[in-house]
């Protein structure tokens, strides 16, 4: 724990700008065109040409090799941005994008696919804390041979090579600024029950307990996270709502509730940059998430794979990911304020982050969540339709 809270303290303290210049050779203009836009100078990207040195076996092998497979949750309007900058450095290479949008898909297909002996996707980004399982398969390949991998803090990196977290995420609530003030904000989760000013329908529940109790009840514990899931129930009566994470912060734009619980921040932010009446909040301790990526063993684009993510980890690529989706980077040299748009909700707090195992821990507390979710009258999963006889 004391390895990610010394990771969040440099996210929102170091913001001096670095005094190296910023490459030997001229960026590529999609590079520049990205800086700019996001106002950043070039010296931010000092030391790129060392991380972007791979192994010139590696580039020819490559582009023989032609193209590589992406599974990611990134939308196509996101990857866009990021290709742009990535194909001006290797435009020899196809980098295949696939949205796939539920987790199970992003990481059950693949695995079960390579347990049969075949290799559907080359990388897999976004893993959803199912390492372990292709840990268990031995189906995934060292990193540390990446130039850029060693730029990563080892709290981010799998203690085996075989993933490294490439993005962060800080999930706490979203809150009408029009209807709460800074003041009515609870310092702690436990702060959230006894306020008023969030009971009777004020508060906009979202059905992704995965996303910010888990982490808080790892931090707290057993005999807390019941008491605590209990009376969010019982003493605020939320709204239990069907709708996206996205739309839950839309709701609460619209003064349709008070509160949002979970939004993520670098959903919040771009809302509020369009004038949108919401700001984002995190009570004490902080749920933050990290997302994984990884290469499959056996990849017949072992190669593009290898130089794919070696660019994601450098800075040129860590930083066009937050221009494509306003993904906070993992890149030690990167934990900066320009990349969290509320610093302030997260400075100085403690953080609550999931271990190596949590997954008998998310069955119980989703086991319990649902419990209190359904009895209120919450949306249960879909029903199937039947078909016509």
Not at 19 to 42: R, S, V, Y
Not at 251 to 275: D, T, Y
Not at 376 to 381: D, E, K, N, S, V
């Amino acid at each position: 724990m004391t390895g990610k809270s010394a990771i969040l303290r440099a996210c929102v303290v170091a913001a001096a700008a670095f005094a190296m210049p910023a490459q030997g050779a001229e960026l590529p203009a999609a590079t520049q065109k990205m800086l700019a836009a996001l106002k950043l100078d070039a010296s931010i990207l000092s030391g790129l040409d060392k991380e972007l040195a791979v192994p010139q076996a590696w580039l020819d092998a490559a582009k023989k090799e032609k193209e590589v497979v992406i599974y990611t949750s990134t939308r196509p309007k996101a990857w866009a941005k990021v290709a742009g900058v990535l194909k001006e450095r290797y435009p020899g290479i196809n980098f295949r994008h696939e949205e796939v949008n539920t987790a199970e898909r992003r990481w059950m297909r693949p695995l079960a696919a390579f347990t049969q002996g075949r290799v559907i996707a080359d990388v897999i980004m976004d893993m959803s804390g199912s390492v372990y399982k292709f840990r268990e398969a031995g189906a995934l390949i060292p990193l540390n041979d990446l130039p850029g991998y060693a730029n990563f803090p080892a709290e981010v990196r799998q203690k085996d090579h075989i993933a490294v977290a490439v993005r962060s995420r800080y999930w706490c609530m979203s809150y009408n600024t029009k209807k709460l003030s800074k003041a009515d904000l609870p310092k702690t989760w436990d702060d959230l029950l006894t306020n008023p000013k969030f009971a009777d329908k004020n508060l906009a529940l979202l059905n992704r307990a995965n996303l910010w109790l888990l982490n808080v009840w790892t931090a707290k514990g057993d005999d807390w996270g019941k008491a605590y899931t209990r009376d969010l129930f019982a003493k605020l009566s939320p709204q239990l709502r069907k709708e996206g994470l996205n739309a839950g912060i839309n709701l609460v734009s619209l003064g349709e509730a008070s509160a949002a619980v979970p939004s993520a921040m670098m959903r919040v932010g771009p809302e509020a940059k369009k004038g949108a009446p919401v700001a984002f909040h995190c009570p004490e301790p902080v749920p933050y998430t990290i997302s994984d990526m990884a290469i499959l063993k056996n990849s017949p684009h072992t190669n593009a794979a290898k130089v794919f993510v070696n660019w994601f980890l450098s800075k040129e690529g860590q930083i066009a990911q937050y221009w494509g989706n306003y993904s906070p980077p993992s890149h030690k040299e990167l934990l900066r304020k320009e990349f969290l748009f509320y610093p302030e909700a997260v400075a100085g707090k403690k953080i609550a982050v999931l271990d190596d195992n949590s997954e008998e821990l998310s069955k119980r507390v989703i086991e319990e969540w649902n419990k209190y979710w359904l009895a209120a009258g919450g949306p249960g999963p879909k029903k199937k339709k039947k078909k016509a006889q």
